[in-house]
């Protein structure tokens, strides 16, 4: 499964921006599917994720009521809805496959990754 995520860029604290991420084959309808971000100087931290079927989807603590995740199965793509950014959002956001139909919150319940797309938000 190869992953690419799009739709990053510069946006001003309070704006929004909706990440895509696009699989490269079907098998990822059948798994559930995660974003996490990474900042400069900072490990790879968890965001959002959500099951097989969209059914369940969590988030981390700091953009629950922010963000919102969503897939669409026969277009084999997850999205990112992510609402009233601020400067602490600036990352470079990465979306990954998870090992199972579930979703998980930590790395190593991802076995596919994407190439990560940067998001910048200004004060």
């Known amino acids: 499964v190869q992953l690419q995520a799009f739709w990053g860029g510069l946006v001003q604290a309070g704006g929004s921006l909706r990440l895509s991420c696009a699989a490269s084959k079907r098998t990822s309808s059948n798994n559930g599917m995660g974003w996490f971000r990474q900042a400069p100087g900072n490990e790879r931290e968890f965001v959002a994720s959500?099951?097989?079927?969209?059914?369940?989807?969590y988030y981390a603590d700091n953009v629950q009521g922010r963000f919102t995740i969503s897939r669409d199965n026969a277009k084999s793509t997850a999205y990112l809805q992510m609402d009233s950014l601020k400067p602490e959002d600036t990352a470079v956001y990465y979306c990954a496959v998870s090992r199972s139909s579930h979703s998980g919150r930590g790395l190593t319940d991802y076995n596919y990754w994407g190439q990560g797309t940067l998001v910048t938000v200004s004060s």
């Open positions: 959500i099951s097989w079927n969209g059914r369940n989807t």
